[in-house]
């Protein structure tokens, strides 16, 4: 079958696919713990017999029982026949069809997963599918199908096996869990705009959830939607009844489903576990000779992927910014770094970006004298793995960007392709092949342009080119191309010109790489800015800039206001709005107060020298400001206005004012202000103790003389340090159960051995009873342990 | 040893309001100024990059014949307890599960505690716990997909050392059937796993009669 006869099947109405076979064969005596595919291959029948049931019931595709007969799966039964396995499977399959029915070739997950994260490289696994997709051939299978996928590289990786393969059309669906996502974390139109720009031919969901949460995934992707799609439910959620698995669903109520699904825009029907022949007789007559509701379409936006979002690029939305910082030129730690093969700046960069508002991230390996190949495609697999946003691959080596969107696991965007004949020629198969998104720059074997009017023929001719390999105006942003204002300030217009004509008449979004404009001139942001907001008002979709740049930021999101994209002001005012907060509780003329109170540490320093200097006394900022601010923050927490946090904040903000105060306070008031001393330590076994040294933070700005004794001390050296320290308090903390025994010991030999100190204990494995056990007090946090202190000094003083 | 699997660096699927729960956010009260919001947020995903989480496991057969005690019957390991006895009595098979989420977060913990960084130290700690304990809970929605087209499942919870009347020295077993020290984890007698970040669980799973 053809891609595009496929096409046209769907297109004629809904298609019907079969049910389960797993749970039947077990139903018909296969065993736990054996190979499935081997169990089949020995009992033809049970299979056949099966998937007759289905063709009679109206299925029009059969999926081979071919789940588990990858590479790596048949390697856990120790079977390594992989293409006759496949091979046999898929000729038990024709048998059943008979004619009647198509048969997909069924590919599923390894059970592994790949570099990064497991032992197989991404090459390893395309390879092992290969060798799957081999043997269903050989056993003559209509098109294939990779389903119940949890992992979208997995996915990648499978269909680009069958892609380097044949030209059959491949179905992918993937198994999303009730909450909407992979476990890996990808969601439904994550996944649809990943596969269907590599060259999935129809893309859905299977297995994990009934038909009701289906329909809303179908619902949410379908106006996204460039290719048909599948969805096959289970049969309900499983449940373990009297030692069977059951599904809670039956036919009658499942097929009830049918009319939704069409309704929301399924285009390929049928059953995961749980269903029978029953339920796809079921779904044949409630959807044969009806066609999918397509709805209204999203598809004029630039959308691209990472395996964790989307990000979708229009003229109607706020401009997207395309963060440019991770680019060597000008460099020189980042080009060092690349040359050691080190990534902590790119990743410094990267997460600094996105923090400033970033949305997609360029990334660029070009320095000389070192692999680009395999330099970009280490930024591409490092950055993968923890940045949630798309990324822009900034290369004009058409082998660095092929082994880079290889493993890239979703759909990147390329800077650039122009009408150069090696771009045509040799980048754009590739983008092709992978999907991506590209950002078309006008110009030309000859130079660029300096016309708008040469610029768009320019586009022209390359949008003429992309369309042989399926593009659309949705697949690519047009360059303005920037040049310097220095040298010509008639470019500056020229690029407008060309922005306004791409949004007005030729329909597709722009971006412009921004700094280029000021080069050469002083002062180059409010370049940049007003040439920014220029080009915001003839309708740019898209800039590529630095977001760390907070003057041109502001302009752009106020640009973002002023033409409508950002639609109510809504990210303008999350950025400039009033802060909401704890802000009612600031004092008028009371600054150290207030510093404390919102945790400035790195500020309050300088505003105590400011009041000294103003001639306020050091010991009236302790009395009259740190310690009533202090308490009132304790009072917040103690009311869960604060959280812990902002509690640690406020006191590392005192201790910090309290450092320089200290030295200027007279001896005796630093004596008064002395409440206590008290021995900190973590029991001896137990190895953690941040508890424990927040509670010695929070003690010392409470006046508290404190001696951390550390983790894992010795029951010796505690009594030791509180008696040759004479201390007031032990404070003890344990969070195993295992550890806590100590803390009896220690409280034993305190009163065996009359030393007056009391004790207080804390730690995850303590309670109150526990401590009133053995004749201590509890506090449960930090600052309660304040106060319990400050309670068992009183008791001692009286 | 070559039933137990692996996965490196796994993005684990955490929660990051689970994070601010452990730090005692409470969403009724609590009040936050958005720039303090973004700067813990900033916090969490720094934290992030810093776990590298590891997963380790195997599944091994399972006999719970006698009350409280049962037996890994593939190993000759026994662990007792009668609450994960009840739990395992349908199972046949468990995974014994563990995550860890490596020493760069904890030196990095560490570092920030000495340098006077308390506040950024607390976060990292309370994100690092939430990011490992998500690594088993990615495990037993990666293990739940693979069995269910056996027509098996995993018990509705697993236990870890240390939960309930599972004590902490099974801990132990853990450490020695998941090869944990080439992992880089060790174990201290008191049964505590170092690096703190590492945890271990079994859960059962539960195949249909025949």
Not at chain 1, 232 to 241: E, Q, R, S, T
Not at chain 1, 530 to 537: E, G, N, P, R, T
Not at chain 2, 81 to 107: F, R
């Amino acid at each position: 079958m053809t891609k595009e006869q496929f096409r046209e099947m769907v297109s004629k109405g809904i298609i019907i696919l079969d049910g389960a076979t797993g749970t039947l064969l077990q139903e018909q005596g296969m065993p736990t713990g054996v190979c499935p595919e081997r169990w089949v291959l020995d009992n033809p029948h049970s299979i056949i017999n099966i998937q007759k049931q289905y063709v009679d019931s109206g299925a029009d595709i059969l999926y081979t029982f071919s789940f588990g007969a990858n590479e790596l799966k048949l390697k856990e039964f120790n079977l390594e026949d992989v293409k006759g396995i496949n091979r046999e499977l898929a000729k038990l399959s024709r048998q059943a069809s008979n004619g009647r029915a198509l048969v997909a070739g069924d590919i599923s997950m390894t059970g592994q997963l790949m570099e990064p994260f497991g032992m197989y490289t991404f090459e390893e696994v395309v390879n092992a599918y290969k060798k799957q997709v081999i043997g269903l051939l050989e056993g003559g299978v209509d098109l294939f199908v990779i389903e119940t996928m949890m992992d979208i590289q997995e996915v990648r990786a499978a269909l680009l096996a069958v892609k380097e393969t044949c030209d059959l059309p491949i179905i992918t669906t993937m198994t999303f869990e009730r909450g909407g996502h992979t476990i890996n974390g990808t969601d439904p139109l994550t996944a649809l705009i990943t596969l269907q720009s590599l060259g999935a031919d129809a893309v859905g969901c299977n297995c994990s959830t009934g038909p009701k949460e289906m329909i809303e995934i179908i619902e949410k992707i379908k106006p996204y939607a460039k290719v048909p799609l599948v969805a096959k439910p289970n049969a309900g959620m499983p449940k373990l009844i009297d030692g069977k698995t059951v599904f809670d669903m039956g036919a009658t109520e499942f097929i009830q489903y049918a009319d939704e699904f069409i309704k929301a825009g399924v285009n390929l029907l049928g059953g995961c576990c749980g269903t029978t022949p029953e339920y796809i007789l079921g779904l044949s007559k409630a959807a044969r000779g009806k066609k999918a509701s397509e709805g209204e379409k999203k598809t004029n936006d630039v959308i691209l992927s990472s395996s964790r979002r989307i990000v979708s690029i229009s003229n109607q939305l706020p401009t997207c910014l395309i963060g440019e910082r991770i680019n060597p030129t000008g460099k020189k730690k980042l080009r060092q770094e690349l040359k050691e093969g080190t990534m902590d700046l790119v990743t410094e960069y990267a997460m600094a970006q996105i923090d400033e508002g970033a949305l997609v991230l360029d990334v660029n390996a070009g320095v000389p004298g070192i692999d680009e190949t395999k330099t970009l495609t280490e930024m591409v697999k490092t950055l993968s793995t923890f940045v949630t946003v798309p990324l822009c691959l900034d290369s004009s080596s058409p082998e660095a960007l092929e082994s880079a969107l290889r493993v890239y696991p979703g759909r990147a965007l390329i800077n650039s392709i122009s009408a150069e004949k090696s771009k045509i020629e040799k980048i754009l198969p590739i983008a092709a092949k992978y999907g991506a998104a590209f950002i078309l720059l006008p110009l030309d074997d000859n130079g660029v342009p300096e016309k708008a009017e040469d610029r768009i023929k320019v586009i022209e001719s390359v949008y003429k080119n992309a369309k042989e390999y399926g593009y659309t105006k949705s697949d690519f942003l047009v360059d303005g191309l920037v040049m310097t204002a220095a040298s010509n300030q008639e470019a500056s217009l020229e690029t407008m010109k060309v922005i306004n004509w791409s949004n007005k008449e030729f329909g597709s979004n722009t971006v412009i790489g921004l700094s280029n404009i000021s080069f050469g001139l002083p002062e180059r942001t409010w370049i940049n800015a007003a040439f920014l907001a220029m080009a915001m008002s003839q309708g740019l979709s898209a800039v590529i800039m630095n977001p760390a740049s907070h003057e041109t930021m502001r302009i752009k999101r106020a640009t973002d206001v002023l033409t409508g994209k950002d639609k109510g002001s809504i990210h303008y005012i999350k950025t400039y709005g009033k802060k909401s907060g704890v802000t009612q509780e600031r004092q008028q003329g009371a600054p150290v107060f207030n510093c404390v109170l919102d945790g400035r540490r790195n500020e309050i320093v300088d505003v105590v020298k400011q009041e000294l200097a103003n001639g306020v006394l050091p010991v009236e900022l302790v009395d009259n400001h740190l310690v009533p601010a202090i308490t009132r923050v304790g009072e917040l927490y103690q009311e869960k206005t604060y959280f812990l946090p902002q509690l640690i904040q406020s006191a590392e903000a005192m201790e910090a004012a309290m450092s320089h105060l200290a030295p200027l306070l007279e001896d005796d008031k630093r004596q008064k202000n002395i409440k206590g001393k008290i021995i900190l330590a973590t029991v001896k076994g137990d190895i953690h103790d941040i508890g424990k040294n927040i509670v010695g933070l929070m003690l010392r700005n409470y006046g508290f003389d404190v001696i951390d004794l550390g983790k894992d001390v010795e029951l010796e050296e505690i009594i030791k340090t509180a008696v040759d320290e004479k201390v007031d308090i032990i404070a003890l903390s344990a969070l195993m159960t295992t550890t806590m025994e100590q803390m009896q010991q220690i409280a034993d030999k305190v009163k065996a051995e009359g030393i007056g100190a009391k004790i207080l204990i804390g730690g995850a494995a303590v309670d109150e009873s526990y401590a009133t056990q053995i004749g201590a007090a509890y506090a449960k946090d930090a600052y309660l342990a304040v106060k319990k202190a400050e309670e068992l000094l009183m008791f001692t003083d009286s | 040893m070559s039933d137990i699997k692996y996965f490196n660096n796994i993005v684990t699927p955490y929660k990051r309001s689970l994070i601010y729960t452990r730090l005692g956010f409470e969403k009724t009260n609590t009040q936050i100024e958005p720039e303090k919001r973004k700067q813990i947020d900033k916090w969490i995903t720094e934290a992030e990059v810093l776990c590298k989480v590891n997963i380790i496991y195997r599944i091994t057969s399972l006999s719970v014949a006698h009350k409280g005690r049962i037996v890994l019957t593939d190993h000759s390991e026994t662990m007792v307890s009668k609450s994960l006895w009840g739990l395992l009595q349908n199972s046949n098979e468990v995974a014994l599960m563990a995550a860890t989420a490596g020493i760069g977060i904890i030196d990095e913990i560490n570092r920030l505690q000495e340098s006077g960084g308390m506040t950024k130290a607390v976060v990292y700690d309370a994100a690092a716990s939430e990011i490992t304990d998500a690594g088993l809970d990615w495990l037993m929605g990666f293990l739940k997909q693979q069995l269910i087209r056996m027509g098996k499942s995993l018990t509705h919870m697993r236990y870890s050392p240390g939960y309930g009347d599972l004590e902490l020295c099974n801990q132990e077993v853990f450490f020695r059937l998941l090869n944990l020290e080439d992992w880089g984890v060790k174990i201290t007698k008191g049964y505590m796993l170092i690096p703190e970040k590492t945890v271990t669980a079994i859960v059962g799973i539960e195949s249909p009669k025949s």
